[in-house]
DNA sequence: TATATATGCAACATAATAGTTGCATATCGA
DNA sequence: TCGATATGCAACTATTATGTTGCATATATA
């Protein structure tokens, strides 16, 4: 999974909400998840696929119900990359400093 | 500024390679920036403003040049985001855990 | 076995996004 | 000063994304 599909199926208000109530409430079905939410069962559910093509939740079908879940490596990818940048940008940083140092 | 605009921002490729650009070689002018990315300098101005207006980058009118620097906090909001929900994520694995132990 | 519940898929309408072209303006340097 | 360079803004187009309606299917449960 590459950052960039990561952070744009972060990025809407209505996936980053299914999101957060999964972690704030658990696994639950897709129907309770969409619940209170002012979308449609097949809205939702179109939001929910792309959750699910990025490796975020994972949909399990139980009977006449799909189980949501969150998926424990959700942010990993998400993480590794801002760490990765943040490191880049403390060594230019340090390399000024020294180059500054030394004039 | 929230999370949902941070990702959006993050989530196109070519806005994501700018940022990256930045990381690896610092701050440069928007034309250097652009140069050699398949778009149009107004194309590439319009992603600069998205990240602009998301607190991503800076942009320094600098004489007839624009002067376009990654901003120290850039993920500091994406960071916060993703570190509460796995937090959350393992104080409910926690109680499940205790939950199940009691039985 | 009916009936209610939970879901999937496809087609469509609308809104948002990405990218372009064209024109105007400002600044640097010979 | 004059040409080259660097930029900004507005209008337009094409593509993508979001969200809906309608219909079909499968599974609980009374």
């Not at 002012?38 to 939740?57: E, F, V």
Request: aromatic fraction near 6%; avoid cysteine.
């Amino acid at each position: 999974m590459s950052p960039v599909e990561l952070f744009k199926a972060l990025g809407e208000p209505t996936r980053l909400e299914m999101v957060e109530r999964l972690s704030n409430y658990g696994s639950q079905t897709l129907t309770s998840l969409f619940k209170g939410m002012h979308i449609t069962r097949q809205g939702a559910r179109k939001h929910l696929q792309i959750l699910a093509d990025s490796k975020i939740i994972i949909l399990l079908p139980d009977g006449r119900n799909t189980i949501v879940q969150l998926d424990q490596h959700a942010f990993d990818v998400g993480k590794k990359f801002i760490a990765k940048l943040e490191l880049r940008w403390d060594k230019r940083l340090e390399a000024l400093k020294n180059f500054v140092e030394k004039k």
